[in-house]
């Protein structure tokens, strides 16, 4: 869990007004090995500025532990550095300490569950300038370090004309309040809690939105796209799309001749990412003049309706703990093969839907792991090896998964001995494989001198997937 991290509308989080009716860039979103972070610009009191709050993410596993006395503690620092061509605007230093109780602290490493420390800092930046943004994280007791650098540009959201801060994705919000997650992933937020106590809300998108007509009902239509490498697939059907209305508030009369707006308006949309199976997706929110304007299916048509729209890219990571390397169902399902039964294939080869696929494979690990705290640890076996053997074992014709060392390899792990023979005069190229502990070799040649090594003999009995040896 994170450190209780709450961001409160037009209370704790003082957001940035503007002009941009429609957003062209979706918000800059971050992620690092050692620790995520994205940012999120919103409407700022102060003329002239856009505040950008940075949100920063440190899991626990990243930082050092040390016991003392009745706890553990680690600490760690941030180093912020703002500078634009010419100089440096801003440097920041802050240090944090982490605690954890003694049962907190056995309970995490037993469990491997991870947990993060999460911390906001604000900025106040001029818009439409170009910065260069640098963050380091520093553990005080292991001394490592782990920095990054970007270029960004704060938004302009001066003006009249209505307009939308950055999205932001919420784990749970708990009235006016949300708690962020930070980063692009929301593998963390799609798992289903197995906890009898209710959650105080799902999760869910926030924003403030700006210059709205007042008393006015608008529809809202929020749409999740699979975003093919580094694009957003345009042509592509929503996968997920939800409808709603937002509600403006009444606003006394003014003598300015301009028509009155309402300048600030929470927006919160409760969304559940659960169906999401492994991969990159866009996220698009559009704020539409009345609620017969939801009936639009068309995003061109939606962006020329709409008031005021934003996106942002999110990454599912991990769903149902498979990992991000399934993300193609097809070759996910041809994957299994390699450690299914007939039984087992017959159920997987059925499917024909992409509903109906993800959940065949889902069912597959459920029905082979029983022990449901246990299924996680089987399939990261499976696909770091699918993950291991393509990079070790691919010839220039296949993916090292469909070759015969990568299928032995996957069924049954790292052999205990390899007795390999790249160069034999007079021979082609071997290698035998040795696990003792299965009593079991199996001999690969290299028939055709091209890195093809060929098994020669039978290979492992369809269903044997050794994960724990």
Same mark, same amino acid.
């Given at each position: ?154 938004? &302009? ?213 029983? &022990? ?73 040649? &290299? ?23």
């Amino acid at each position: 869990m994170f450190r209780t991290l709450i961001v409160c509308s037009l209370l704790c989080v003082t957001l940035v007004s503007g002009a941009v009716a429609q957003r062209r860039n979706p918000p800059p979103i971050y992620a690092e090995s050692r620790f995520t972070f994205d940012l999120f610009s919103a409407k700022s009191q102060v003329p002239d500025s856009t505040r950008t709050d940075l949100y920063i993410a440190v899991p626990y596993s990243s930082l050092q532990f040390e016991y003392a006395v009745d706890k553990y503690v680690a600490t760690y620092s941030v180093s912020l550095q703002v500078s634009d061509n010419t100089r440096l605007l801003i440097d920041r230093y802050e240090m944090f300490t982490v605690l954890e109780t003694i049962d907190e602290h056995k309970g995490r490493m037993k469990s491997h569950v991870e947990r993060a420390d999460a911390e906001q800092l604000s900025l106040m930046l001029s818009p439409n300038l170009k910065y260069n943004i640098r963050i380091s994280i520093r553990d005080f007791d292991s001394h490592i370090e782990a920095d990054t650098s970007f270029d960004f540009v704060a938004k &302009d959201f001066h003006g009249q004309n209505a307009s939308m801060s950055d999205l932001m994705v919420y784990r749970s919000r708990h009235g006016m309040r949300v708690v962020p997650s930070i980063g692009p992933d929301v593998s963390p937020i799609t798992q289903v809690s197995t906890s009898p106590a209710p959650t105080p809300s799902q999760s869910g998108l926030f924003a403030e939105l700006y210059n709205l007509p007042p008393d006015s009902t608008l529809g809202v239509v929020t749409e999740i796209f699979h975003r093919a490498g580094k694009g957003a697939s345009e042509d592509d059907q929503a996968i997920e799309r939800t409808t709603s209305t937002i509600h403006t508030q009444r606003i006394s009369e003014t003598t300015h001749t301009a028509p009155p707006s309402v300048p600030e308006t929470p927006f919160f949309e409760a969304i559940s990412f659960d169906e999401l199976w492994t991969g990159r997706y866009v996220l698009k929110t559009y704020i539409l003049p009345s609620m017969i304007d939801t009936s639009l299916s068309d995003p061109d048509k939606l962006e020329k309706h709409a008031l005021t729209w934003g996106f942002r890219k999110i990454v599912v990571s991990s769903a149902h703990g498979i990992p991000i390397t399934a993300a193609d169902l097809d070759q996910a399902i041809d994957q299994l093969r390699l450690i299914s039964t007939g039984e087992e294939w017959d159920s997987l080869n059925r499917p024909t839907t992409m509903k109906e696929k993800r959940q065949a494979i889902v069912d597959f690990w459920g029905y082979r792991i029983r &022990d449901r705290q246990m299924i996680n640890r089987p399939m990261q076996v499976f696909y770091s090896r699918i993950e291991y053997a393509n990079a070790r074992y691919g010839t220039g014709f296949q993916p090292g998964w469909k070759t015969d060392r990568g299928r032995v390899y996957i069924a049954l792990g790292d052999p205990d001995f390899i007795d390999s023979h790249p160069y034999e005069t007079m021979q082609k190229p071997y290698e035998i494989w040795e696990y003792s502990t299965l009593h079991v070799k199996y001999y690969f040649v &290299d028939q055709y001198m091209l890195g093809d090594f060929r098994l020669t003999g039978v290979p492992p009995a369809p269903g044997t997937f050794v994960w724990d040896r």
